[in-house]
């Protein structure tokens, strides 16, 4: 993803956030949003990470405590040519697995419980290979800040019809930018979102040399998302590699998925195993 449209996309995420204050609030409102979202934007590149594994009550866990996937994890970041990440699991029984924090050096590579039980060695290769491609391509950042952000976005607007105004009515427009906000925010994260997934499986299926396990995995990652709930915050879920609300929910909701669809991610892999696995 290039520099200019992570920059125009973020652009829109915090010029939103200002719309949003505008409607709450008119234009104090606005620029009370905007210097809001200068702040979060700081908070979050500093602390996405910790953000992230909160949202999915994740734990760290070192080398004694998970010594297989410790050096798994070792071994695909050293063909990736990256830094060693930070490793947390997550008591999740649905198998998921996401990537998080602001570069490199400070990546968190996530897997929940459920995974490690559901996926041979080849398969469970493939998706830490994935989220090393997220880190590879260094859009794991990106993603962390504008589900953040457009948490921020859906709250901001839920909280301004709610909160008491002192001394004025409350603006006409708040119902509307209830409705909006978080529409306005989903089409942002659906932007962002599906283009990495797919650059992702790429580069994961490059470093570990089995795009066909991947696209196993990832078979096996839906059938557990729709069968298994794991209840985490909505903004948060782009993250994941599979979309974890998936048993919350189908039909229209799957329009407004910032998950690209999960067979469609499987034929481009069984592409690429046909091409030799280039990303």
């Known amino acids: ?6 920059f125009v996309l973020l652009a829109a995420m915090v010029a939103l956030f200002g719309v949003v204050g505008g409607m709450m609030g008119g234009q104090q409102g606005m620029f009370m949003a905007l210097g809001l979202a200068a702040v979060m934007s700081v908070v979050m590149y500093f602390n996405s990470g910790k953000m992230a594994l909160r949202a999915y009550n994740a734990r760290v866990v070192d080398r004694d405590q998970a010594p297989d996937l410790y050096e798994m ?35 968190v590579v996530c897997v929940t ?40 976005i859906t709250n901001l607007a839920r909280f301004g019809t709610l909160a008491p105004t002192e001394g004025r009515r409350s603006s006409p427009l708040a119902p509307l930018a209830v ?5 306005g925010a989903t089409i942002i994260q659906f932007a962002i979102s599906r283009s990495r997934e797919f650059k992702a499986d790429a580069t994961g299926a490059a470093i570990s040399g089995k795009p066909l396990a991947l696209a196993r995995a990832l078979a096996k990652l839906q059938q557990g ?38 067979a469609e991610r499987i034929a481009r892999l069984e592409a690429l195993a046909r091409e030799g696995a280039s990303p």
Do not use: C, W, Y
């Open 1 to 6: 993803m290039s520099h200019i449209k992570v």
């Open 73 to 107: 994890v070792d071994e695909l970041r050293r063909r990736a040519g990256l830094p060693m990440p930070t490793l947390a699991v997550a008591p999740h029984e649905q198998p998921n697995a996401f990537a998080t924090g602001r570069n490199a050096k400070h990546a």
């Open 113 to 152: 419980q459920g995974l490690m039980r559901a996926l041979d060695r080849d398969e469970l290769e493939g998706v830490i290979s994935h989220e090393l491609g997220h880190i590879k391509n260094r859009d794991m950042l990106l993603q962390t800040v504008s589900a953040t952000m457009a948490g921020a």
């Open 179 to 183: 409705l909006i906000a978080p529409l």
């Open 225 to 262: 998302a729709q069968r298994i709930p794991m209840p985490v915050p909505p903004a948060m879920a782009p993250l994941a590699q599979v979309n974890p609300l998936a048993a919350f929910g189908g039909g229209i909701a799957t329009l407004f998925s910032t998950h690209p669809p999960t």
